[in-house]
């Protein structure tokens, strides 16, 4: 056996990349040959959702600003975020806002109000979901927030970072072939092209399983309670996949692969460039509650 071959079978013993193996029959050389880790943050609290899976604002925004500070290696939170937006951008927070698991104000509120005290006038701040390029906001743009919860998704089988920029343009139908497996490609247009400066996946009540278009169920969501952040929506879209993936295990008690397979997570890495979806190369920091963290 040679030594590529080796590495191959240790490398697949990851559930996220027997994934990405299984659903795209890759060659042995899975992934690039960069030995830099990409870093992302997961941070929970036990006490995050109250009776009815509202988040409590105050502890949004203690989480994210704890998880931007451990994200950049910075002490001080608005440091921190200086390091991401200067006072002369125009910044797009580009939401979600799927009626059954929206991005929520609170994320948003956390989010605006870091940009603000980066120095950033709230004339040049936008929140938005659709209708992107018709926002004076979001055309002028120089910098975007990218935020958004995980679930699972009809056409794509799941519904995460990379995806949700769906909305910069006005035909979403043209990304829908072979599983959507050419999503990445939204990140190379002019709208958004090298401008994300972070992504925040919202992991409040993750949807792990649905059936047909828009569908929801809140019998398929779990109070996972925490959020994600990281510069490279690819990783963090790995991780995603992954802890879907253990949550369906779980719940089912077997394996149940998602459908359809989420390739662009993993295409967006091997075709595109775009990050990283190898789990060897994500150092995935995990902060706060850990009690059923799945990954």
């Known amino acids: 056996m040679s030594p590529t071959d080796i590495n191959r ?64 290696n910075e002490k001080d939170v608005v440091q921190a975020w200086k390091r991401i937006i200067q006072p002369n951008d125009v910044v797009g927070i580009k ?50 927030i990218n935020a958004r919860p995980l679930r699972t998704h009809h056409w794509s089988g799941v519904g995460t970072m990379l995806k949700n920029y769906i909305t910069f343009v006005n035909r979403p139908s043209a990304y829908h072939p072979d599983s959507c497996a050419d999503l990445a490609k939204l990140w190379f247009l002019p709208e ?48 995603g996949v992954r802890l879907l993936m253990e949550k369906r295990k779980l719940f089912f008690k077997e394996d149940r692969p998602l459908n359809p397979p989420p390739k662009h997570v993993f295409l967006a890495d091997t075709r595109h460039k775009l990050g990283v979806a190898d789990p060897e190369k994500i150092e995935l920091i995990k902060l706060g509650w850990q009690e059923g963290s799945l990954i």
């Open 9 to 72: 079978r240790s490398f697949l013993k990851n559930s996220s990349a027997a994934a990405a193996a299984l659903y795209l029959n890759l060659p042995h050389k899975l992934f690039g040959d960069s030995e830099k880790k990409v870093r992302v943050v997961l941070i929970r609290h036990k006490k995050l959702l109250d009776d009815v899976n509202r988040p409590h604002q105050e502890l949004v925004q203690e989480m994210l600003d704890q998880a931007v500070m451990t994200l950049l």
């Open 192 to 239: 958004t092209k090298g401008k994300t400066r972070l992504n925040v996946m919202v992991l409040f009540t993750p949807q792990f399983h649905g059936v047909g278009p828009h569908s929801f169920s809140p019998h398929y969501t779990w109070p996972y309670q925490g959020l994600m952040v990281g510069f490279d929506p690819v990783a963090m879209d790995a991780i």
């Open 95 to 144: 939401t979600n806002v799927w009626r059954y698991l929206p991005t929520t104000s609170q994320v948003e509120n956390a989010i605006k109000k870091q940009v603000l005290d980066a120095g950033v006038p709230e004339k040049n701040i936008g929140i938005r979901d659709r209708g992107l390029l018709r926002d004076p906001i979001f055309t002028r743009a120089t910098a975007l």
